[in-house]
């Protein structure tokens, strides 16, 4: 069927946009890339399917939220409409997918992010949700998809269908909402919650980043089981020279189970900010120190910025009865990819010392387009920082 069968253009506002490509799907709500007939540019625009009135408010909410919002680092709405009893909301087009699936690719080639990498990536989700606090607007569902990534080095936070303008007279919210696996315990309880809930957000978002999976992820579990993982705070350390104590001082500060005792965001700025200028600065000495080993021409001894263990061992052994990306240790001098990973951004993943037991993985197994789609979204990362 062509795409364009699927909307039908016969709407005054539609008629303005040339719709090329379906690029994501949900149960209420569909995005295509899509062109503006009028100025030529590149747009996502999101359907969403008014089946029920619960549906139409959050959409209403998405519309009110992004209208409020102007930042770098956040979606920006152009424009929304109704059509055919469906509303279209026009984004900025993100070219290079989301955290999700930059993760799933990582995961399936056995590649790690660096810290650097890692901290560019968060540093800006961070001063989006600072930008967003401070305007008394919680998100509410932080997680990887919901982070956009474009191929000028830029992230963006996007989807805000289940945020919250909470005014004066509304301090907390109590509503279920978001994705339990980055849910905080208090939402999760069904307690009121604030701010403190999108900070849990952030902790589980930062760990996926380094450890490519939520930190309460377990294969097949019910979300009773997620809970009580979480109220014992039951996650795997990350254990790894690759990786700062600092960074993992982030994490540990933002997964608390009492929301008081969470960091702000504005306190993970400041501890972002200290580990990059530490980085910097350890840059700085160590090509002072080749500097002078050269001067002296001393060839016995060699020091490289981030330099890592190759030796750390995987814990556990491949199961070839499971499907799970982390099971899939491939043997370096097989790998087709000619890509080099010559920078500090990408490892391999046999440079961490990680504890996640083998599992089924929750993603459907990747097509051969899919999987081109995502080698060419990778090269994007590699250059990115």
């Given amino acids: ?208 980043l380094i450890i490519l999976y939520p930190p309460f992820y377990e294969p097949n579990q019910c979300i009773d089981m997620l809970i009580r993982k979480i109220h014992k705070l039951d996650y795997k350390p990350i254990y790894s020279s690759a990786y700062s104590d600092e960074i993992r001082q982030i994490i540990d500060k933002c997964l608390r189970l009492s929301p008081n005792e969470r960091l702000d965001i504005r306190q993970i700025l400041v501890k972002i900010n200290m580990i990059k200028q530490q980085h910097s600065t350890s840059t700085t000495m160590l090509n002072k120190n080749e500097e002078c080993k050269n001067f002296h021409n001393d060839d016995d001894h060699h020091h490289h910025h981030h330099q890592f263990d190759f030796k750390l061992p995987i814990t556990r052994q491949r199961s070839k009865s499971h499907g799970h990306p982390m099971d899939q240790i491939v043997d370096d001098n097989n790998d087709n990819d000619n890509d080099d990973d010559d920078d500090d951004n990408v490892m391999d993943i046999k440079q961490i010392h990680h504890h996640h037991q083998s599992s089924t993985s929750t993603s459907s197994p990747s097509s051969s387009s899919s999987s081109f789609r995502l080698k060419k979204f990778y090269k994007n990362i590699k250059n990115m920082f």
């Fill in 1 to 208: 069927m062509n795409i364009n069968d699927k909307i039908r253009v016969d709407d005054d506002n539609l008629k303005n946009y040339e719709i090329k490509k379906l690029v994501g799907q949900g149960e209420f709500c569909d995005v295509y890339k899509a062109i503006n007939r009028n100025d030529k540019q590149i747009v996502a625009l999101k359907r969403l399917k008014i089946q029920h009135g619960q549906t139409r408010i959050e959409c209403s909410r998405e519309i009110l939220v992004l209208r409020r919002l102007n930042h770098p680092n956040i979606i920006k709405h152009l424009e929304s409409f109704y059509a055919h009893n469906e509303i279209y909301i026009v984004l900025e087009y993100a070219d290079a997918g989301d955290l999700s699936k930059m993760i799933k690719y990582l995961r399936d080639n056995n590649k790690l992010l660096s810290e650097m990498a890692i901290l560019n990536f968060f540093g800006q989700i961070c001063d989006a949700l600072n930008y967003m606090h401070s305007k008394s607007i919680m998100h509410r569902d932080i997680k990887p998809a919901n982070v956009l990534v474009k191929q000028n080095r830029t992230v963006k936070l996007a989807d805000f269908g289940f945020s919250r303008l909470l005014s004066s007279n509304t301090k907390n919210a109590d509503t279920l909402v978001g994705t339990p696996y980055y849910m905080a315990p208090e939402r999760l309880d069904k307690l009121k919650y604030s701010f403190p809930a999108d900070i849990w957000s952030m902790g589980c978002l930062l760990y996926e």
